[in-house]
């Protein structure tokens, strides 16, 4: 059974809100307005299904409902219900990904035993420099270009002599 303090709200960026800044809380936080910024917490990150989120969030459980866009560092896990599209990279050592949701991005899982280091979260890890994400099975749209033969016209036949 969970316990009370981990069941209390303690940051909520409401319905119809919109928050752009940095959050850094104790516990719980929930997001079910719009939020753009970065996220610090020892506790979990809560996106309701109304939420929007363009950030990076350093958390120990992040849990997905909504839309979300950025970076997440999770020291225990990531979850992502049915109702969310997900768009960016995600580190934890373990995720857990209902049926129906939306995943465009990396996703790179890895124990927390020795040797398994989790990445380095960069400071402010900005939205717009991101990797450019690629679809998988999709090949690049770069064709490469093939030269045409020129035709030279003081080469071609008048149909005599056939």
Do not use: W
């Not at 989120?53 to 979850?79: E, L, N, S």
Request: hydrophobic content about 35%; proline content about 4%; aromatic content about 4%.
């Amino acid at each position: 059974m969970a316990s009370l303090e981990s069941t209390l709200v303690n940051s909520i960026v409401g319905a119809g809100t919109f928050f752009k800044g940095t959050i850094s809380v104790t516990g719980l936080l929930r997001i079910d307005g719009d939020f753009r910024g970065n996220v610090q917490t020892d506790g979990r990150v809560i996106i309701g299904r109304g939420g929007r989120a363009d950030c990076t969030i350093d958390a120990a459980t992040v849990v997905i409902g909504g839309v979300f866009r950025g970076t997440i560092y999770a020291r225990d896990k990531v979850i992502a219900l049915e109702s969310a599209i997900v768009t960016g990279n995600i580190y934890s050592p373990r995720l857990i990904a209902e049926s129906g949701v939306l995943l465009d991005g990396a996703i790179h899982i890895r124990g927390t035993e020795a040797g398994q280091e989790q990445p380095e979260r960069r400071a402010g890890d900005p939205i717009g420099e991101q990797q450019t994400l690629r679809r998988p099975g999709r090949r690049s749209s770069r064709r490469r270009r093939q030269s045409v033969p020129s035709v030279d016209p003081s080469g071609v036949s008048s149909g005599e002599g056939v």
